[in-house]
């Protein structure tokens, strides 16, 4: 009998134990009820997680528009400021379009949710690209360089090169390109990005010409780690191409699309 009722403490301690570690669930009642929970619960992720809330509950939200939500995305603030849906107009029309998607789910929750969903619409898409990936195949990027211009005090300009064969029957007018830049130390990309580049003369069927864009503005081609890379290895691959009428070949949104992934990789991230 005694063992019996030892057992039983110890049963009920441990539910008593898995009670207190259990994640605080959002109440999504009302908007003050939902920020309210926001509040609470934000403190207790570590840094990291909390970021991963904000893209999850951002994403649900507004959707995967790259001209909505990725600016959002870029800038860590904005993205806090969204999420909680203050400072932004009509936040009730926002709030009931995610009240039932996150009521009674805690943090994580959230975050799989989101990252669920994304992954299901990355997917979809990519197998929409894979479909016209033969037709992008005579499209060819050679020599692509990426390198830092200046030296010793002066900072520079990063600057992208390579080499376009139009081996398509049709001209184009302008590429998309999407760009990456690793070393083999560092698990994930150093920059990504798509990069467009805008022929002065129609790219004509046949044709092969040299590319060099300067880039400039704030964005990860041009953080001043870069220019001191070393055996850096830089890949572009053609992901859509636009004819002299201005129609491209994929009708994707690939800027949504490369918000998409961005997400969906800081989501994942460990």
């Known amino acids: 009998m005694k063992t019996v009722r030892m057992f039983s403490c110890l049963v009920l301690c441990c539910l008593a ?31 990291q997680d909390q970021r991963k809330l904000e893209i999850a509950l951002v994403t649900l939200t507004f959707g995967n528009a790259a001209d909505t939500n990725g600016p959002q995305f870029a800038n860590p603030e904005s993205l806090a400021v969204v999420a909680s849906l203050t400072g932004i107009p ?22 799989r949710l ?16 894979a479909g016209v990936e033969k037709s992008l195949a005579p499209v060819v990027i050679d ?6 211009t200046g030296g010793g005090r002066v900072r520079g300009r990063p600057t992208i090169e390579f080499s376009v064969y139009n081996g398509s029957k ?13 070393t083999h130390d560092r698990p994930t990309p150093w920059a990504k990005s798509i990069i467009i580049h805008s022929f002065e003369r129609e790219l004509q069927p046949g044709e092969q ?16 780690r870069l220019a001191r890379l070393y ?6 691959k053609v992901i859509n191409i636009e004819n002299t009428n201005g129609q491209k070949l994929v009708p994707l949104n690939l800027d949504a699309l490369e918000v998409m992934r961005q997400k969906r990789d800081a989501l994942r991230a460990s």
Do not use: M
């Open 170 to 182: 049709n001209a184009i007018s302008r590429i998309y390109v999407r760009g990456v830049l690793t």
């Open 209 to 224: 010409v040299p590319v060099t864009i300067s880039v400039s503005g704030i964005n990860s081609w041009t953080d001043i």
């Open 231 to 236: 055996d850096a290895d830089f890949t572009l």
């Open 17 to 47: 134990l898995t009670a207190c570690e259990r994640e605080q669930a959002f109440d999504a009642s009302s908007l003050s009820a939902y920020q309210k929970s926001l509040r609470d619960i934000t403190p207790k992720l570590s840094a």
């Open 143 to 148: 020599h692509p360089r990426y390198y830092w």
């Open 114 to 129: 989101a990252s669920s969903e994304l992954e299901a619409q990355i997917s979809q898409a990519e197998s929409q690209l």
């Open 90 to 111: 009509n936040p009730q029309t926002y709030f009931d379009k995610l009240r039932s998607r996150i009521n009674g789910r805690s943090a994580a929750g959230v975050i």
